[in-house]
C-alpha cells in the first residue's frame, strides 16, 4: 500500500508548529516555533501577541516542516488543522494557511480537536489498543477521556473549574516563578516534603470530577498570611505539598475511572504529563493496565500529536470544507457531530 502523508498545522495557543506524518506514527519532521520567550513577562500568553507571532514565522514553519521531511507538496495526501480548542485568533492563523495550502494543492483538509491530538501523541510510543481511557491534563483543560474506538472521544469527568497546568502557573506566580512554572515546581517537589497539607479536593466524592480552585486559594492564602506575618516559607516544601495535593487527586480520580471503565489500556497525554513525579506516581500506583505516556517532546504542544489524530480521520474520510471555522470553546462530542454530519 501507498505511504499516507499528512502534513498538520497546531497554532492554538503559543506554539507555531509543523509537521510532516507517514502513515500512522512516524513523524518526518515536527517543526515547533516556541514564542514561550515573548510572553514570560506578562506572565501568560497574550492572545493579540500569540496571533501576531504566529503571522511572521507559520511560512517558515511549513517550509522547514517539508525540508527536513525531505517531502514535496505534490507527495502529501492531506492537511490537517487544529481548528479548537484555543485562542480563536492563534487559531486563525494555522487555519487560514492550512486552507491555502490545501487549496493550492488540491489536498483535502481534515479538522483536529487539539485535546484529541494531546492523546494521540502516545501513538508515537505504541500503537493503541481500544478501548482506551485517557488522562489528559494540559494548560487549559483536565479530562478523562473513554475512547471507545479510534477517533470516538467521549469526556466521562473534567474539571469544575482550573485546570491543573494552570493551577502550577497560578502558584508558580505566587512564589515569584517564571511562566510557564510546571516544569519548575516539578523540580523543586522533589526536593521538598508536603509539610503544608493542602486541601484535596473532591477526592472522595464518588464522581470523576475534579476541582483545583480551592487548592489554588489555600496555596494563595497560605502565602499571603506568611507574608503579612514576616514568617519565612521553604519553596521546596511550598512546591512538594502543592505537587502532593495534585497527585493525589489525580491518581484518586484515575484509578476511580478505571474501575467504572474496565480497560486495558491508560493514556496520559498534555503539558502536564510531562510532569516526572505523575510519572513515578503512575508507575507505582497503576500496574495493572498498560499505561502509555508520549515522549517529553510530545507531551507539550506540537503539530506531530495532531498529525497522529488527523490519520485516523484520514482513514475514515472525515474531511472539511473550505468554510470550517475555529471552535475557541471545541468540545469533543461536537468533533464527532461535526465529522459524522
Ligand atoms: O499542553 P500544553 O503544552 O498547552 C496547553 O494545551 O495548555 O500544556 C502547558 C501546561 C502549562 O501549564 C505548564 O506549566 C504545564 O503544562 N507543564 C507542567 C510540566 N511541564 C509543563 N506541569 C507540571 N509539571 C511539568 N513538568
Ligand atoms: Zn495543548
Redesign the pocket.
Known amino acids: 500500500m501507498k505511504d499516507k502523508l499528512i502534513l498538520a498545522i497546531e497554532s492554538s ?1 503559543d506554539e507555531t508548529s509543523v509537521a510532516i506524518l507517514k502513515n500512522d506514527n512516524i513523524l518526518l519532521s515536527n517543526i515547533i516555533a516556541s514564542q514561550v520567550e515573548s510572553h514570560k513577562r506578562f506572565g501568560g500568553v497574550v492572545p493579540e501577541v500569540a496571533s501576531r507571532h504566529h503571522v511572521e514565522v507559520i511560512t517558515t514553519c511549513i517550509e522547514d516542516a517539508l525540508k527536513e521531511a525531505n517531502v514535496k507538496a505534490s507527495d502529501l495526501d492531506a492537511v490537517a488543522v487544529t481548528y479548537g480548542p484555543g485562542l480563536v485568533g492563534a487559531l486563525l492563523v494555522g487555519m487560514a494557511a492550512a486552507k491555502a495550502f490545501a487549496w493550492a494543492n488540491s489536498l483535502p483538509l481534515i479538522p483536529v480537536n ?1 485535546m484529541a491530538g ?1 492523546l494521540m501523541a502516545a501513538r508515537e510510543q505504541k500503537e493503541l489498543t481500544y478501548p482506551l481511557l485517557a488522562l489528559l491534563v ?3 483543560h483536565t479530562e478523562l477521556v473513554y475512547v471507545s474506538h479510534p477517533g470516538h472521544y467521549h469526556i466521562v469527568g473534567e474539571t469544575r473549574d482550573d485546570a491543573v ?2 493551577a ?2 497560578k502558584v508558580g506566580r505566587v512564589m515569584g516563578l517564571t511562566y ?4 519548575e ?2 523540580q523543586l517537589a522533589h526536593k521538598g516534603k508536603d509539610v503544608y497539607q493542602f486541601p484535596r479536593a473532591m477526592i472522595k466524592e464518588d464522581n470523576l470530577e475534579f476541582s483545583f480552585s480551592g487548592l489554588k486559594s489555600a496555596f494563595i492564602n497560605l502565602h499571603h498570611n506568611a507574608e503579612q506575618k514576616g514568617q519565612e516559607l521553604v519553596l521546596e516544601d511550598l512546591c512538594a505539598s502543592f505537587q502532593d495535593a495534585v497527585l493525589d487527586i489525580l491518581l484518586a480520580k484515575t484509578k476511580k475511572a478505571l474501575t467504572s471503565y474496565p480497560v486495558k489500556t491508560l493514556v496520559v497525554a ?3 504529563a ?3 513525579g505523575l510519572r513515578e506516581r503512575l508507575a507505582e500506583e497503576i500496574t495493572d493496565v498498560d499505561v502509555i505516556i508520549p515522549p517529553l517532546r510530545l507531551c ?2 506540537n503539530a506531530g500529536m495532531i498529525a497522529m489524530a488527523a490519520a485516523v480521520e484520514f482513514d475514515h474520510k472525515h474531511f472539511a470544507t473550505m468554510d470550517l471555522n475555529a471552535q475557541p470553546s471545541l468540545a469533543f462530542e461536537q468533533l464527532e457531530n461535526e465529522i459524522l454530519d
Open positions: 495557543c487539539h494531546h494540559s494548560g487549559g497546568g494552570e502550577y502557573d510557564p512554572a510546571g516544569k515546581i516539578d498534555g503539558g502536564v510531562a510532569n516526572q507539550g504542544d
